[in-house]
């Protein structure tokens, strides 16, 4: 049976879309590769238990995994499997069946065809999403892993209904007369947004300081925010499965944060600039934390919104000691940025003086004559091809050079 087939019958089966659905079987490859485990080994990936169960049983019914008993022998106090219940106990040489001293679980086994089929699909799809000229440059990216840092943008947000950069200021525009609105909507169009957050500061009847900026920003992403449950239309568990040690943001929102706590089940309080004096605690606990380095939407106060909170968040000394300390040797990979944008390309050169190095940025439809210019910034593109008119394409995009880094 092919995956196609396969994608047909158990999407009917768990009501579940195709895409979303292989989604699923791919991180269900990816999580237990060829272990034996039990079913609550995938609850961390945004999949719950039932839809977990009815895969397994498609699955089993198919022939594209093995079911197994694993066994806690108490007496012997050692571990073990099974293939059925009337087996005996490998240490105490009891049958397992109704004995009491053996805590059994229900495990599964994924088999080799299986895995086969979702490599082969991997494969494909980096084909169809990867620009050739760009392969070397994938893979440089997969050699350095260990060091890996996500520096994730407003792009990321984006399937969870927030704004862009653009959006969010475009809603912000009320309060202007019609010539300010004008010259606004063409600072935005630039991408020079901290500049078009200071002219609505000078021009707006309605904003007029910066307090009031941020707390309509604040009821913008609260109110907008839909967690988007279908895998395939976002890259956040694409990102956690990196597990790297944090995670960089300019983003205000918490979506990473909100699914950091189903993937490591417990809370991982994000952190802002001010928050982040330890440093050494940071790099030695590895829980993925997300620092946001324009402020947190919880704390208005602490958001980045104007050239003037920009400027002298650059200037000061906290961002250069935390850039400095936290990130010498490491490689950004910057996802959900756009590079022809104003606003990044100085927060990037920003940045770059602090930390050097070659980084990362995963660009949809480079032309290799483009990335002349980011490379001159030391920042090594990877082109996607990616249909504009298909809405989740970008994100699948992303999907694919992510899923060659595990
Ligand atoms: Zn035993």
């Not at 991982?268 to 947190?296: A, C, F, R, Y």
């Not at 032309?367 to 920042?379: G, N, T």
Request: charge should be negative; include cysteine.
């Amino acid at each position: 049976m092919s995956l196609t087939q396969l994608i047909h019958t158990v999407s009917i089966k768990v009501q579940l879309n195709e895409e979303d659905l292989l989604e699923k079987l791919k991180i269900l490859a990816e999580v237990v590769k060829d272990e034996i485990f039990p079913k609550e080994r995938l609850t961390h990936y945004n999949i719950d238990l039932s839809t977990i169960e009815t895969i397994l049983n498609e699955l089993l019914r198919m022939g594209f995994a093995s079911k197994y008993f694993t066994y806690d022998c108490e007496d012997t106090d050692s571990v073990d499997f099974a293939v059925n219940l009337n087996e005996k106990c490998a240490h105490c040489g009891q049958t397992l069946k109704n004995s009491e001293n053996h805590l059994i679980n229900e495990s599964y086994k994924l088999n080799s065809i299986y895995l086969e089929l979702i490599k082969d699909q991997k494969k494909e799809n980096l084909k169809k999403y990867l620009i050739d000229d760009f392969r070397p440059n994938l893979e440089k990216l997969k050699s350095r892993t260990k060091k890996l840092i996500p520096f994730l943008g407003a792009g990321v947000s984006i399937p969870f209904r927030l704004p862009s950069w653009g959006d969010l200021l475009r809603e912000l525009e009320r309060g202007l007369s019609d010539t300010n609105r004008e010259k606004y909507i063409d600072i935005i169009n630039k991408g020079d947004y901290l500049r078009a957050l200071s002219f609505l500061k000078l021009y707006s009847g309605l904003y007029k300081n910066e307090s009031m900026i941020k707390k309509e920003i604040k009821n913008i992403i609260k109110r907008k925010y839909v967690k988007e449950s279908n895998l395939s239309h976002h890259n956040i568990i694409d990102i956690l499965k990196l597990d790297t040690q944090f995670i960089l943001t300019t983003n205000y929102d918490n979506i990473v944060s909100d699914f950091l706590r189903d993937y490591r089940d417990e809370f991982i309080m994000p952190q802002i600039l001010e928050t982040l004096d330890d440093l050494q605690d940071l790099m030695d606990d590895n829980s993925q934390k997300v620092i946001h380095l324009h402020g947190n939407v919880e704390i208005p106060n602490s958001m980045i919104v104007t050239k003037d909170d920009y400027d002298k968040l650059y200037e000061a000394n906290q961002i250069k000691y935390v850039l400095n300390g936290i990130m010498s040797n490491r490689t950004l990979l910057f996802i959900g940025f756009s590079f022809e944008d104003e606003y990044f390309k100085d927060l990037y050169d920003k940045i770059f003086t602090y930390i050097k190095g070659e980084h990362f940025i995963i660009v949809p439809n480079l032309h290799p004559f483009d990335a002349e210019e980011l490379l001159r910034r030391h920042l090594i593109p990877i082109g996607i091809n990616v249909n504009k008119n298909e809405k989740h394409d970008f994100v699948k995009g992303i999907k694919t050079v992510l899923e060659e880094l595990y």
